[in-house]
């Protein structure tokens, strides 16, 4: 692992996150979130924002079926 690397993370619309290295080109189907640093860093932000791991379709499926 190269500590000196950085990168950024990505997510997609289903709003799952990842980590990308942030002099790489981004997937198609995906966004940057404004986040980039170590491993590390981009790692903590991850754990700290998703905190719902499932698809935001899924989501969307059981709150509507919910109702």
């Known amino acids: 692992m190269d ?13 799952q996150y990842s980590l990308w290295l942030a002099d790489l080109e981004i ?4 966004q940057a979130v404004g986040k980039e ?7 903590a932000y991850v754990d700290e924002v998703w905190t719902d791991m ?3 379709s899924l989501r969307e499926r059981m709150e509507n079926a919910g109702s």
Do not use: F, H, K, M
């Open 3 to 15: 500590e000196n690397a950085r990168y950024q993370v990505l997510r997609n619309d289903e709003d």
């Open 27 to 30: 997937p198609a189907g995906w």
């Open 37 to 43: 640093g170590t491993q590390d860093e981009c790692s």
């Open 54 to 56: 499932r698809p935001r």
